[in-house]
C-alpha cells in the first residue's frame, strides 16, 4: 500500500505539473479540445480534470467511481470523482475524493464556499481537491481564503487534512495548484 505523505507530495506534483500552465485556459477557450464533453453539462476543463486524475489513479491500482470515462469502475458517487480501495466485499480506503465547478456561474462570480465544497470538507480522504473557475483573481483569493477558512473551523476535521485547490482565473487566464493541511 502507498504511504500517504509520498501519494500526496506525487499527486501535488503531477497536477503542478500538467495544470501550471495554460491548458484549462485553452479547454475554456475552444482553442484545444483534447476529448469531447461526454457527459451532459459538463465542460471540457471539468472532463480534462477527472480523466487526468483517472489516469493517475491507474498507477497506483486504485479503484475509480467517476462519471464520463468509458471503462471506469463506476458513476459518480458522492463527488465528481473518487479513490478507494475494496477488497473482500468490504469498503477499505477513500484515497482522494474531487469536487469540479469549472462553469462561470455562481462559483465564477462568488468569494463563498459552496456546498459541493462542504462535500469535500466532511469527507474522510486522505486527498480532498477541489477544482473551481473564479472570474477574477481578487475573487480567486478570497474564494481560497474562505475555503481554508471552512477547513479550520469544521469541528470533526482532522488536523493534517490535506486539500488540493486546482483554481482558474478567467481573468488572467492562469491556474493556481496550491496545497493545504489542516493545522494542529
Request: glycine share 10%; aromatic share 12%.
Amino acid at each position: 500500500m502507498t504511504d500517504t505523505q509520498e501519494l500526496i507530495q506525487a499527486v501535488e506534483a503531477a497536477t503542478r505539473s500538467r495544470y501550471n500552465g495554460d491548458l484549462l485556459l485553452h479547454l475554456f477557450r475552444g482553442t484545444m479540445q483534447t476529448m469531447s464533453a461526454v457527459v451532459r453539462g459538463q465542460s471540457h476543463p471539468t472532463m480534462e480534470i477527472k480523466r487526468f486524475f483517472n489516469g493517475l489513479a491507474a498507477g497506483y491500482k486504485f479503484d475509480v467511481t467517476v462519471t464520463g470515462i468509458e471503462g471506469v469502475y463506476g458513476g459518480e458517487w458522492l463527488y465528481d470523482l473518487g479513490w478507494h480501495v475494496q477488497s473482500e466485499g468490504f469498503y477499505r480506503r477513500q484515497v482522494l475524493v474531487l469536487e469540479s465547478e469549472m462553469t462561470l456561474g455562481r462559483i465564477a462570480q462568488s468569494d463563498q464556499v459552496n456546498g459541493d465544497f462542504h462535500k469535500l470538507v466532511q469527507a474522510r480522504a486522505d486527498i480532498h481537491v477541489w477544482a473551481a473557475a473564479l472570474a477574477t483573481s481578487e475573487l480567486l483569493a478570497r474564494h481560497l481564503e474562505n475555503c481554508k477558512r471552512q477547513i479550520d473551523a469544521f469541528a470533526q476535521g482532522t488536523p493534517g487534512d490535506y486539500y488540493l485547490f486546482i483554481l482558474f482565473d478567467w481573468s488572467t487566464g492562469r491556474t493556481a495548484v496550491e496545497g493545504y493541511r489542516r493545522p494542529s
